[in-house]
Nanobody, 119 residues
């Protein structure tokens, strides 16, 4: 059974940092690209960052570029999102999914960690 367990959310002041983790199971993690998404109340889900299966290539939404580096550790079946310089527009529920061009998204949406930015 495919599972994604996200952790690391919380409350932080503007300009602060958080690190999110996504630990996957039920599939061969190292063969799948991975993605972070976020969804704020009343808004559509947004693709935040992607990383290829080897970690050799990453992409970012313009809104987080230069602030949220994505990384992965295939030995631990875990992906990370280091969230730096958090802004008032970053609060959302963050989720992770696996993706391959020939298959699409793997698994289903879980209840990821809430990130809140407030002074």
């Amino acid at each position: 059974q495919v599972q994604f367990v996200e952790s690391g959310g919380g409350l932080v002041q503007p300009g602060g940092s958080l690190r999110l983790s996504c630990t996957a199971s039920g599939f061969t993690f190292s063969m799948w690209d991975m993605r972070w998404y976020r969804q704020a109340p009343g808004k559509e889900r947004e693709l935040v960052a992607t990383i290829t299966n080897t970690g050799g290539s990453t992409t970012y939404a313009d809104s987080v570029k230069g602030r949220f580096p994505i990384s992965r550790d295939n030995a631990k079946n875990t992906m990370y999102l280091q969230m730096n310089s958090l802004k008032p527009e970053d609060p959302a529920v963050y989720s992770c999914r696996a993706h391959r061009r020939d298959v699409g998204l793997l698994g289903s949406w879980g209840q990821g960690p809430q990130v809140t930015v407030s002074s």
